[in-house]
């Protein structure tokens, strides 16, 4: 089985300042991984991922993610936040079996000005 | 707009009452799922239907039923509520892994 951990539950950036999430995962093989940002109140919204290739990938918003197969982790880069990435991020997982997602418990981005 | 529709949005139950939560999709997905969102937790899935007529048990099954009642439409019921089903309820449809999320349900038990 799948499974995420994300080990920072809460994090603050300045405005302009870069952003990293951290994310690890556990599966057999390469597994199909992404990322989801939720702003309060709101459903998810999916930011980026990947599947296979080139292990750096792009997403909306100015956000991109590198893989790395020997540290078995998926981390969210951001150069510059802006005041409306405040949100709650989630990586998840998936396999090869069926379709279902695994999430991580999530981090919190808090941007000050 | 196209997308997963979910009601109520917000809800507030006694312990023992019983609710099911809707969910609708307008996509043609095969695969529908329901997750529960906690903090601290991320989402859990409950049950998920990898096709019409097929249900089957997530990470957090008890305490749940889900119906398919056609490709459009995954039902969640709860029979008997308990405090520790207080939670936002989120259900998402996919194509393979190209998911939609409804906005939630957000429900009280008291």
């Known amino acids: 089985a799948q499974s995420v951990t994300q080990p920072d539950i809460h994090i603050t950036v300045s405005e302009g300042a870069s952003l990293e999430l951290r994310c690890n995962y556990s599966y057999g093989a390469t597994p199909y991984l992404f990322w989801y940002v939720q702003s309060p109140g709101q459903g998810l919204q999916l930011l980026l991922k990947y599947f296979s290739g080139d292990t750096l990938v792009q997403g909306i918003k100015g956000f991109e993610a590198e893989f790395k197969r020997s540290q078995s982790s998926f981390n969210l880069r951001k150069p510059s936040v802006h005041w409306s990435d405040a949100a709650e991020y989630f990586c998840?997982?998936?396999?090869?079996?069926?379709?279902?997602?695994?999430f991580g418990a999530g981090t919190t981005v808090t941007v000050r000005a | 707009n196209a997308g997963v529709t979910q009601t109520p949005k917000f809800q507030v139950l006694k312990t023992g009452q019983s609710m099911t939560l809707q969910c609708a999709q307008d996509?043609?997905?095969?695969?529908m799922y329901w997750y529960r969102q906690d903090p601290g937790m991320g989402l859990r899935l409950i049950y998920y239907?990898?096709?019409?007529?097929?249900?089957d048990k997530g990470e957090v099954p008890n305490g749940y039923n889900v119906s398919r009642l056609n490709k459009r439409e995954f039902s969640l019921r709860l029979e008997s509520a308990a405090p520790s089903q207080t939670s936002v309820y989120f259900c998402?449809?996919?194509?393979?892994?190209?998911?939609?999320f409804g906005s939630g349900t957000r429900l009280t038990v008291v």
């Open positions: 996509m043609n997905h095969n695969s």
């Open positions: 239907s990898a096709s019409e007529g097929t249900t």
């Open positions: 998402a449809s996919s194509r393979q892994y190209g998911y939609t």
């Open positions: 998840a997982v998936g396999g090869y079996v069926d379709y279902k997602l695994s």
